[in-house]
C-alpha cells in the first residue's frame, strides 16, 4: 500500500523529494487533505515526522538524535553496565553486527564505546527515519564516521558470516502483559511493521544466527522468557531485559 508523504517545508521540497523516492511514494503539497485516519508521512521545518492512527502516542513519531534525551543517554554511555558485560573483556574496537537496528538506541551505544557497527533493518520505513535522522544529527555524525554500516536488508542477506567479533539480536518481543504498556516508541515499531507486513519468527532467526555465525552472539530477551537454546554461556540481567550470551 502506497503510504502519503505530505511536505509542508516548500523551500526544502528537494529534499522530501529525495526521502519520498527512496520510500517509493510521491510528495503531496496540499496539507489539508491529510487524514489522521491513516498513516503519513509528514515533512516540516527539515523534520520528517511520521503518524499511526492507532499509535498509542498522541504525536507522530520524530526521531531526533540531538534531543536532550538522547545527549544525555549518549554522554552516559559508561553507565551502560549491562550491555558492556555483555560485550565482556576486549583489547581494541569490536566489529559488532546488529542484526535488528530498530530505533538504532543500541547501535549508538556500540559506537559511542568505540565499536565498530554494522546494522541491518528490514523496514523500510524505520530504515528511512533513523538514516534522514542521522544525517540531520550534528552530534551523532561525528561518531559514525567509517564506524558505522547501516543497510536496508533482512539480516539474512548479509554473507560475511566470519567478519564479525559479535552478533547482536534485539528482536520485538512477544506482546505480554507487561510489554502491552511498552514505550511509544516501541508501540509505534510495532505498528510500522505491521503496516509493512512484516512477520518475524524470533526461534527461526535464533537457529539462523547459531548455524551461521561462529562469533559471540548476544541475544536480548525478556527477563523472565525462556532462553532460546539452553546452551547459554552466560546471562545478564536488568530489571526487566536480560542479556543471554553465547559462545
Ligand atoms: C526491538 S527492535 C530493535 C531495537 C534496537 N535494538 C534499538 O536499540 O532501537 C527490532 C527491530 O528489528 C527489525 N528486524 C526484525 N527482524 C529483522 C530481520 N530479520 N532483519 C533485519 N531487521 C529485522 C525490526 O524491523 C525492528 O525494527
Not at 523500510?124 to 564516521?145: G, R
Request: proline share 4%; glycine share 2%; charged share 30%.
Amino acid at each position: 500500500m502506497s503510504i502519503k508523504f505530505y511536505c509542508a517545508d516548500i523551500p526544502n521540497q528537494s529534499k522530501a523529494l529525495e526521502i519520498a523516492k527512496k520510500l517509493s511514494t510521491t510528495l503531496e503539497f496540499d496539507n489539508t487533505k491529510r487524514h489522521e485516519s491513516e498513516p503519513y508521512f509528514l515533512f516540516r521545518d527539515l523534520n520528517l515526522y511520521f503518524f499511526h492512527p492507532l499509535a498509542k502516542a498522541k504525536n507522530p513519531l520524530l526521531i531526533n538524535y540531538d534531543s536532550p534525551k538522547n545527549q544525555w543517554r549518549m554522554s552516559r554511555v559508561e553507565h551502560e553496565k549491562h550491555l558492556k558485560k555483555a560485550i565482556g573483556r576486549h583489547n581494541r574496537p569490536l566489529r559488532i553486527f546488529d542484526t535488528t537496528g530498530g530505533l538504532l538506541t543500541d547501535a549508538l551505544i556500540f559506537l559511542s564505546l568505540g565499536h565498530f557497527v554494522e546494522c541491518t533493518e528490514k523496514s523500510s520505513i524505520i530504515y528511512n527515519l533513523t538514516n534522514y535522522a542521522l544525517e540531520k544529527s550534528v552530534t551523532v555524525k561525528k561518531k559514525l564516521k567509517k564506524k558505522f554500516i547501516h543497510h536496508n536488508v533482512d539480516f539474512k542477506e548479509i554473507n560475511q558470516h566470519d567478519s564479525y567479533d559479535i552478533v547482536y539480536y534485539d528482536p520485538m518481543f512477544e506482546a505480554t502483559k507487561k510489554t502491552a504498556s511498552s514505550s511509544g516508541n516501541i508501540d509505534y515499531l510495532k505498528k510500522i511493521l505491521e503496516f509493512e507486513n512484516h512477520r518475524y519468527d524470533t526461534k527461526l532467526d535464533f537457529q539462523y544466527l547459531c548455524d551461521n555465525f561462529k562469533c559471540k552472539k548476544i541475544i536480548k530477551r525478556p527477563v523472565k522468557a525462556t532462553p532460546l537454546s539452553n546452551k547459554i554461556n552466560y546471562q545478564i540481567f536488568g530489571k526487566s531485559i536480560r542479556y543471554d550470551v553465547y559462545l
